[in-house]
């Protein structure tokens, strides 16, 4: 996921793709927890998603006031 992409949505996406990409990252725990998880860069790559995300309603939400 790029940044580039991310900028150009509102708040209101970026919410419900953290939302989305949570969900993910606790389904990678669970599968790595017993074992299901082929490579495990996608955990890695999951959680900087969801920091990228953070960042850009954190950034458009200081931006609004």
Known sequence: MKAEELRKSDVN???????????????????????QVGTNHEIKLVRRDIARVKTLINEKSKGAE
């Open 13 to 35: 996406t970026l919410q419900k793709t953290l939302k989305d990409l949570l969900k993910d990252q606790f389904n990678l725990r669970m599968r790595q927890a017993t074992g």
